[in-house]
């Protein structure tokens, strides 16, 4: 009976002990990149959440300030936080990604008012 019990106990074991790996990210609302009132939390956490399937880690995002997304990150109670720009205020302790897109800021006028751009 014992042979059997330890028998079943090592097969069981792998299952028993096999956790999903989560990697939680905090974010802030930047919409249409990141929303929590957006499918797939918008387009940026979809793009994130494809990449870490295909290595088996699933994704949970949350919600806050981006303040406070990047203090959460810092102190250790969330995993990571996205989407930033290289700056001192996250790079003395946090590491940074390859960028995952590229964003442009432009200006619109109306063509009617003479504007001269330098």
């Not at 042979?3 to 790996?21: N, S, Y």
């Not at 994704?59 to 720009?85: H, I, N, Q, Y």
């Amino acid at each position: 009976m014992k042979k059997l019990i330890l028998c079943l106990l090592l097969i069981a074991f792998p299952i028993l002990c096999h956790a999903e790996d989560v990697f939680r990210l905090a974010s802030g609302e930047w919409i249409p990149f990141t929303s929590k009132h957006l499918k797939h939390y918008g387009v940026s956490n979809h793009i994130v959440k494809e990449a870490f399937i295909l290595v088996g880690v699933k994704v949970e995002f949350g919600f806050f300030p981006w303040a406070r997304s990047l203090m959460l990150t810092k102190r250790g109670k969330w995993d990571g936080t996205g989407f930033w720009s290289p700056n001192t205020e996250w790079q003395d302790t946090l590491y940074g990604s390859d960028p995952i897109g590229e964003i442009k800021f432009v200006f619109f006028h109306r063509k009617d008012y003479p504007f001269d751009w330098k």
